[in-house]
């Protein structure tokens, strides 16, 4: 059953990717069901990928540290103008920015020939997200650029 479990939640994923907007709970089972799969196995695959979530959710929050502060150099202080220092670090103390990420959108605000503003950061942070993937990342972006980051807690 197991094997059977896995392959349910495996067309689930390919279901999901090829039609995210569309598919809702009860066409994912109908379609399952189709194919031949038994409610029971269903319900087992369904369950199995809760506890999942769950446990991933759970193990998150428990290594959660609040980010550490970044003073910046006297080179980055002149590439980035103080509106744009102060929104990189907004990000950064939201979690938003991993450290990673931080020093990355820095480095690509060096390579700028004159002072990076934040509409020209904002740019540069979206190009880092796009870069890493660009699913990963939707809802930043969102909150990017609407400015609305409210999204995050919800």
């Known amino acids: 059953m197991r094997d059977r479990v896995l392959a ?3 067309l689930i994923a390919q279901l999901v990717m090829e039609q995210p907007e569309q598919m809702s709970e009860d066409d994912i089972v109908g379609e399952l069901m189709s194919v031949g799969f038994a409610s029971e196995e269903i319900d087992a695959a369904f369950r ?3 506890g999942i979530a769950l446990q991933a959710s759970g193990q998150s929050q428990e ?3 609040p980010p550490t502060n970044r003073i910046f150099s006297a080179e980055e202080t002149r590439a980035l103008d103080a509106d744009a220092r102060g929104f990189l670090m907004r990000l950064r103390a939201m979690g938003v920015l991993d450290t990673q990420m931080h020093e990355e ?3 690509r605000a060096l390579q700028a020939e004159e ?3 934040l509409a020209e950061l904002k740019t540069i942070i979206a190009l880092t997200f796009f870069s890493r993937s660009h699913n990963d990342w939707q809802r930043e972006m969102e909150c990017l650029f609407e400015d609305d ?6």
């Open 8 to 10: 349910i939640v495996t």
């Open 48 to 50: 199995w990928m809760e």
């Open 63 to 65: 290594f959660l540290s």
């Open 105 to 107: 959108v820095i480095g």
């Open 115 to 117: 002072e990076v503003s």
């Open 149 to 154: 980051w409210t999204q995050l807690y919800h």
